[in-house]
């Protein structure tokens, strides 16, 4: 389930500069964004065949939006987990050049994020109308039924 | 071209034409819009529009209690409320460390089961009236009916059950939902060759099926297809056998794998599932262990800061549940990794080339829920 933190940290060092630790999360590879696609080709195609994008999903950390790349290889059945921050309003690399999984995710994170999306095929918004608010950021706030009816 | 597209079509010179396909469709179990460009019959690009069922659920798990992220779960794929639930309380049980009894481990995989077939039913229903066949409906919809009920006599819903929570389950099996269970499983395996017999042994189905909508286990895996999608392709991945939860390591069960991912490999599949699933709930129902049904919790739950990943079969892929928790009584983050996302993704790539006649045809092959795509 949990591939080898040092091997990890081998294989990272000839492409960027990263850091990879054990959490409970599982192994996570921190990176800065520019680098993060890069790290996930390397690590898609280097023994460890991390062969799917499983998940992407953004957090907001309050002064910036962390985005978090969660891979899996089917032959060694192991996760890793690649995170990248970005300041609000910053713009994500789409990584849907390495996996085409991300296409979908990615078009929602910055929509619900409020992120640009560069190098994606088609970087419109997925779920809500031109205008909406970034629902998931911390600073937009549930409205109370009373708020909504009382517009 | 597709070799199925009639030839010599080209010449006829009647431009491109781009409409709508939905937003109501019966395969589509809820509300999808495909853009569909077309040359003549033949599709050159589609395009999903999203956004009909968007709720909010993950911004609203925000401001919820840990106990309530279930009740939220059940509303994203609402055809299979049992597995949502069962993985955001897998992520709270995680965080908070909570040992879980283990007449709960069992219940939780019987419910389990007995929600994958009915939802699979649901599927096996719609699927066969995008194929325009209409008489198998009213069989597919009479086994989940009876399904319907065991889970109502359970969970007292016939849909969003509420069911599992962090730390058990709510209640425990009642004599008659019991003799439900059981009448239901004397019937079902002779009542699923007859679904095999009507429809998947219709020859002009079959000839419809084979060869379309084929996914090679390259792409399947690239566009992040799980569950029964992936396993047509030719990856034998379930993550009950290969990360077992609830009781899945003590139960036996056949994972049926798919050689070509055609649309026929992707029905072949399930129907295979609900067979195995039947064969687990009457492991279930044997084997079930006596004890309680639910560790002892306090009101509210506020587990250390941390952050984790649980993750369920649900009958469309895997159904995962990321939790980041700051210590509070509310997550910081609670995401849901919905299949049929990633479905949807595929099907985009899957309908270029295809006749426009094909088009209901795979939307309900990859059986997706458009309440899970949008959350």
């Keep these: 389930m949990l591939p080898d933190v040092t091997a990890v940290r081998s294989l990272l060092s000839g492409v960027a500069e990263a850091e990879a630790e054990c959490t409970s999360l599982g192994v996570v590879v921190h990176a800065s964004s520019g680098d993060a696609v890069a790290i996930l080709a390397a690590l898609k195609s280097s023994e460890f065949d991390f062969a799917v994008l499983i998940d992407l999903l953004g957090t907001d950390l309050g002064?910036?939006?962390?985005?978090?790349?969660?891979?899996?290889?089917?032959?060694?059945?192991?996760?890793?987990?690649?995170?990248?921050?970005?300041?609000?309003?910053?713009?994500?690399?789409?990584?849907?050049?390495?996996?085409?999984?991300?296409?979908?995710?990615?078009?929602?994170?910055?929509?619900?994020?409020?992120?640009?999306?560069?190098?994606?095929?088609?970087?419109?918004?997925?779920?809500?109308?031109?205008?909406?608010?970034?629902?998931?950021?911390?600073?937009?706030?549930?409205?109370t039924v009373k708020e909504v009816r009382d517009g | 071209?597709?070799?199925?597209?009639?030839?010599?079509?080209?010449?006829?010179?009647?431009?491109?034409?781009?409409?709508?396909?939905?937003?109501?469709h019966p395969s589509t179990h809820g509300l999808l819009r495909l853009a569909i460009e077309t040359d003549g019959e033949e599709i050159v690009s589609a395009e999903a529009c999203l956004g009909f069922l968007h709720r909010g659920i993950e911004k609203l798990g925000e401001h919820r209690r840990y106990h309530q992220l279930p009740t939220l779960m059940d509303r994203g794929d609402y055809l299979s409320g049992i597995h949502g639930e069962l993985a955001s309380a897998l992520a709270v049980e995680r965080l908070r460390g909570i040992e879980v009894p283990p007449k709960a481990h069992w219940l939780r995989s019987l419910l389990g089961e007995i929600n994958r077939i009915a939802s699979h039913m649901a599927w096996y229903g719609t699927f066969g009236r995008d194929a325009g066949v209409t008489s198998h409906f009213f069989y597919s919809m009479r086994d989940?009916?009876?399904?319907?009920?065991?889970?109502?006599?359970?969970?007292?819903q016939r849909m969003t059950f509420n069911?599992?929570?962090?730390?058990?389950?709510?209640?425990?099996?009642?004599?008659?939902?019991?003799?439900?269970?059981?009448?239901?499983?004397?019937?079902?395996?002779?009542?699923?060759?007859?679904?095999?017999?009507?429809?998947?042994?219709?020859?002009?189905?079959?000839?419809?099926l084979r060869g379309v909508g084929v996914i090679d286990r390259d792409s399947a895996m690239s566009l992040g297809l799980t569950g029964a999608n992936l396993r047509a392709?030719?990856?034998?991945?379930?993550?009950?056998?290969?990360?077992?939860?609830?009781?899945?390591?003590?139960?036996?069960?056949?994972?049926?794998?798919?050689?070509?991912?055609?649309?026929?490999?992707?029905?072949?599949?399930?129907?295979?599932?609900?067979?195995?699933?039947?064969?687990?709930?009457?492991?279930?129902?044997?084997?079930?262990?006596?004890?309680?049904?639910?560790?002892?919790?306090?009101?509210?739950?506020?587990?250390?800061?941390?952050?984790?990943?649980?993750?369920?079969?649900?009958?469309?892929g895997e159904l995962g549940v990321h939790l980041v928790a700051d210590g509070s009584e509310t997550p910081r983050r609670f995401h849901y990794r919905a299949p049929s996302l990633f479905a949807i993704a595929a099907l985009e790539q899957m309908l270029p080339g295809t006749l426009l006649a094909d088009a209901a045809l795979l939307v309900g092959s990859v059986d997706i829920v458009p309440g899970e795509v949008e959350r």
Excluded: W
């Excluded at chain 2, 003799?179 to 009507?198: C, G, P, V, Y």
């Excluded at chain 2, 139960?251 to 599932?273: K, Q, S």
């Excluded at chain 2, 067979?275 to 509210?300: D, F, H, N, S, T």
């Design chain 2, 233 to 316: 392709s030719g990856v034998p991945y379930d993550v009950r056998r290969d990360r077992p939860y609830a009781a899945y390591s003590e139960l036996e069960f056949g994972i049926p794998i798919g050689t070509t991912g055609d649309a026929m490999d992707r029905y072949l599949v399930r129907i295979e599932e609900m067979r195995q699933a039947a064969r687990i709930v009457r492991q279930c129902i044997e084997g079930l262990p006596e004890g309680a049904v639910m560790a002892k919790l306090p009101k509210a739950l506020r587990p250390r800061e941390g952050e984790t990943y649980a993750c369920v079969e649900s009958p469309r």
């Design chain 2, 1 to 24: 071209m597709s070799p199925r597209a009639a030839e010599h079509v080209e010449h006829t010179a009647t431009g491109r034409m781009v409409f709508d396909v939905g937003s109501q």
């Design chain 2, 163 to 208: 069911y599992v929570r962090p730390g058990g389950v709510i209640a425990d099996l009642t004599v008659v939902a019991e003799s439900k269970i059981r009448r239901f499983l004397r019937t079902f395996d002779a009542h699923l060759d007859e679904h095999q017999t009507f429809l998947g042994g219709n020859e002009l189905l079959q000839k419809r």
């Design chain 1, 63 to 143: 002064d910036r939006v962390e985005i978090t790349y969660h891979l899996r290889s089917f032959t060694r059945d192991e996760d890793i987990f690649v995170k990248s921050s970005l300041p609000h309003g910053g713009t994500l690399q789409s990584a849907s050049g390495v996996f085409a999984s991300a296409l979908l995710p990615e078009r929602e994170t910055a929509e619900l994020f409020g992120l640009v999306l560069a190098g994606h095929p088609n970087p419109k918004r997925l779920l809500t109308t031109e205008g909406q608010e970034p629902l998931l950021l911390r600073s937009v706030p549930i409205r």
């Design chain 2, 144 to 156: 989940r009916e009876a399904l319907l009920d065991i889970l109502e006599a359970v969970t007292g």
